[in-house]
């Protein structure tokens, strides 16, 4: 079989949470980690074989740390395509450089979806402060204005409704380019997780029901209930579909809202998802051992799901009060990241709880 030998050089561009489980996952299947990073003290490289500090525009530091690897994936999503498209012109980078790039702009993987077949929520891409008013009047006062590039976990976004005051809601995002979307209301969100191999073998794990506390996601849980198990087989064929067009290797995640009319596509993540943590306790292959599985041209693992009921709970700014409860309970996975310090809103770990009665 045609896979990267054991001991060839995964690296990882970026040094978070998803770095440190995609590199554990890779250690596990006898393959050495590279980490590039800006931070000296990140997370990633605590665990990993080898590390580069160095910034995202430095492509000499780039080229000299690819030209270690011999497959290069990423978890952080900000990086310059133009970067990006050097290097996958020299190197083995999966997923590719396009998936990114459309993946970096609300507005862009809008279009791409709905090109794809997706149904969206309406929007209206914003350049300017004055076409915001003009916006409303088509959409509604009922809306979310959100930053087009560099929103994570519910930043650069604001709520919009008939008594906003519309020059904060443009502060709010950064005074740059944005989509004003229209409010779903929806009844669920969930989420799509695939796995694509470089043949085109598709394989997806099952979808949790996510439930997000200002704008970060707080809990997945399975089983889903009736209305997302009865929209995933159409999601599904969606985000199969986009991962074709890409011509996708690794994992894929795409956000979605169950609506009364169906499915609606929210956005794409072109990698590990939050949303796919308990993955790793709670099915017979993880998210990430998946994605390294794909990118090392090794078949896939089963994604099977290995309990009846499962709840992955983030563990969200200062988490300490909760800790003595929650190693008690011997049905916890806990899962703390090692962050230095603790902020609030920031994702500090998760507990996977699997119900076995
Ligand atoms: P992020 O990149 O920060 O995850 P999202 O677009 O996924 O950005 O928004 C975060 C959360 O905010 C969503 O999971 C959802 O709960 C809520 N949200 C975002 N867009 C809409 C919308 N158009 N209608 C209703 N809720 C939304
Ligand atoms: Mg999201």
């Known amino acids: 079989m045609n896979f990267l030998k054991?001991?060839?050089?995964?690296?990882?561009?970026?040094?978070?949470?998803?770095?440190?489980?995609?590199?554990?996952?890779?250690?596990?299947?006898?393959?050495?980690?590279?980490?590039?990073?800006?931070?000296?003290?990140?997370?990633?490289?605590?665990?990993?074989?080898?590390?580069?500090?160095?910034?995202?525009?430095?492509?000499?530091?780039?080229?000299?740390?690819?030209?270690?690897?011999?497959?290069?994936?990423?978890?952080?999503?900000?990086?310059?395509?133009?970067?990006?498209?050097?290097?996958?012109?020299?190197?083995?980078?999966?997923?590719?450089?396009?998936?990114?790039?459309?993946?970096?702009?609300?507005?862009?993987?809008?279009?791409?979806?709905?090109?794809?077949?997706?149904?969206?929520?309406?929007?209206?891409?914003?350049?300017?402060?004055?076409?915001?008013?003009?916006?409303?009047?088509?959409?509604?006062?009922?809306?979310?204005?959100?930053?087009?590039?560099?929103?994570?976990?519910?930043?650069?976004?604001?709520?919009?409704?008939?008594?906003?005051?519309?020059?904060?809601?443009?502060?709010?995002?950064?005074?740059?380019?944005?989509?004003?979307e229209e409010y779903v209301d929806f009844e669920a969100e969930f989420s799509v997780i695939l796995t694509r191999t470089f043949e085109g073998n598709v394989i997806f794990w099952d979808s949790s029901k996510n439930v997000h506390q200002h704008g970060i996601l707080k809990q997945s849980s399975l089983p889903a209930g009736p209305l997302i198990d009865s929209q995933r087989s159409e999601a599904r064929k969606l985000a199969n579909r986009i991962a074709d067009e890409l011509d996708y290797i690794g994992v894929l995640t795409i956000e979605f809202f169950a609506t009364g009319n169906g499915p609606v596509f929210n956005e794409m993540a072109p990698r590990v998802h939050n949303s796919g943590h308990w993955t790793i306790e709670a099915t017979v292959t993880s998210q990430f051992e998946n994605h390294?599985?794909?990118?090392?041209?090794?078949?896939?693992?089963?994604?099977?799901?290995?309990?009846?009921?499962?709840?992955?709970?983030?563990l969200i700014g200062d988490y300490t009060d909760q800790l003595d409860n929650i190693i008690s309970d011997n049905r916890n996975h806990l899962h703390l990241y090692g962050k230095d310090k603790i902020v609030e809103g920031r994702k500090m770990g998760h507990v996977t709880r699997l119900y076995f009665d």
């Open 292 to 314: 390294i599985r794909a990118i090392t041209g090794m078949p896939l693992g089963s994604t099977r799901t290995l309990s009846d009921r499962i709840e992955m709970e983030n």
């Open 6 to 180: 054991p001991g060839s050089v995964v690296g990882i561009l970026g040094g978070g949470q998803l770095a440190k489980m995609m590199s554990i996952a890779a250690s596990t299947l006898g393959y050495k980690v590279h980490i590039y990073a800006p931070e000296a003290d990140n997370i990633a490289s605590e665990v990993s074989a080898r590390f580069t500090q160095g910034s995202y525009d430095d492509l000499d530091a780039l080229m000299k740390f690819s030209a270690d690897c011999n497959v290069i994936t990423y978890e952080f999503e900000n990086i310059q395509v133009e970067t990006l498209k050097k290097i996958e012109k020299k190197y083995v980078l999966r997923p590719n450089a396009r998936a990114l790039e459309i993946a970096q702009s609300r507005v862009a993987e809008k279009k791409f979806a709905e090109k794809c077949g997706a149904v969206t929520a309406h929007y209206v891409p914003i350049s300017k402060r004055e076409e915001i008013e003009a916006s409303i009047a088509k959409l509604g006062a009922d809306a979310i204005l959100k930053s087009d590039r560099l929103g994570y976990d519910g930043k650069g976004q604001a709520r919009i409704d008939e008594s906003t005051n519309l020059s904060g809601a443009w502060m709010a995002v950064g005074q740059r380019d944005a989509i004003l």
